[in-house]
């Protein structure tokens, strides 16, 4: 199950990023950029998890609003390659 789970997040983050690197109109310099910003956007998001004691659960003081904040950066990694892509592919 794992497994299977860490795939879906995989998938949400890549397919974006395969996206971005499939489009036609942007040269081959500026697609792979945006690719690379769309495919470790999460990494930031991650990293605070990990980077800041309180979100890696050793919190000593309300322990449920962290954990409700690592809930929610967790799901702003999923969310964000997409609002990127979306926001990249914009006609202006």
């Known amino acids: ?6 795939l879906i997040a995989f ?6 990023a395969l996206l971005m690197l499939a489009r036609e109109e942007l040269p081959r310099g500026q697609r792979i950029a945006r ?10 998001a991650l990293g605070f998890i ?19 904040l690592r809930l929610v950066l967790t ?3 999923l969310i964000l ?6 926001w990249f592919t914009a006609r202006r």
Request: contains cysteine; charged residues 10%; aromatic residues 8%.
């Open 1 to 6: 199950m794992r497994i299977l789970l860490v």
């Open 11 to 16: 998938g949400m983050i890549a397919v974006p």
């Open 35 to 44: 690719a690379l910003v769309v495919f470790l956007a999460p990494a930031v």
């Open 50 to 68: 990990h980077g800041v004691p309180d979100l890696d659960g050793r919190a000593l003081n309300n322990p449920n609003a962290w954990t409700m």
């Open 75 to 77: 799901a702003l990694a």
């Open 81 to 86: 390659p997409w609002c990127l892509y979306v």
